[in-house]
């Protein structure tokens, strides 16, 4: 069994940065892939980015490249997410996941991963 327990979430005006953190523990949980999804009001759960487990293959979405990005800590069993130049309509609950089965590969799909953390709520204010 793996836990994740996100943090770094909180409110920022447009513009801003925040990044986010999610803490894996559980065994074998730094050879997993992990992603970043996020979900707002009355949507449903979208694919934000991914990093497999060596931190060396990275997905982003459409709408986020260039803005956020991606990272492992040096122990694999962090990831985080650095999120630049912040739109209100980044604004959702963003869940940290991990993905055993992903090998060297990134996926999107929410199907694919298999734990799954409470989410953080970031709020970006215009």
């Known amino acids: 069994q793996v836990q994740l327990v996100e943090s770094g979430g909180g409110l920022v005006q447009a513009g801003g940065s925040l990044k986010l953190s999610c803490a894996a523990s559980?065994?074998?949980?730094?050879?997993?892939?992990m992603g970043w999804f996020r979900q707002a009001p009355g949507k449903e759960r979208e694919f934000v980015a991914a990093?497999?487990?060596?931190?060396?293959?990275?997905l982003y979405a459409d709408s986020v490249k260039g803005r956020y990005t991606v990272s492992r800590g040096d122990a694999m069993n962090s990831v985080y997410l650095q999120m630049n130049s912040l739109k209100p309509e980044d604004t959702a609950v963003y869940y940290c996941?991990?993905?055993?089965?992903?090998?060297?590969?990134?996926?999107?799909?929410?199907?694919?991963?298999?734990?799954w953390g409470q989410g953080t709520q970031v709020t970006v204010s215009s």
């Open positions: 996941a991990a993905d055993p089965l992903a090998g060297w590969t990134v996926r999107d799909s929410p199907e694919a991963y298999r734990y």
């Open positions: 559980g065994r074998a949980s730094s050879n997993y892939a």
């Open positions: 990093i497999n487990w060596s931190g060396r293959n990275e």
